[in-house]
């Protein structure tokens, strides 16, 4: 019974994680796709990323968009 338990409370908790992990990816494929679409700036795609404007912030765009590819 005990197992039972845990099962179920194991699938009820991950479920909701995996839906919001490919709704994430998504999001970011989207993302990547606007700035190299040139839709959108390096600015505007790393405030949008969740990425901290400092350096030579394209470049850190791109670098992380091209792990999405």
Do not use: H
Not at 9 to 26: E, G, H, K, T, W
Request: with cysteine.
């Amino acid at each position: 019974m005990n197992q039972i338990f845990l099962m179920a409370l194991y699938f009820l908790l991950m479920s909701p994680m995996a839906v919001n992990s490919d709704d994430r990816i998504y999001e970011t494929k989207n993302i990547c796709g606007r700035y190299y679409a040139v839709e959108l700036n390096g600015g505007d795609a790393a405030r949008l990323l969740g990425l901290k404007d400092s350096g030579r912030v394209s470049s850190r765009v791109e670098q992380y968009c091209n792990f999405f590819r």
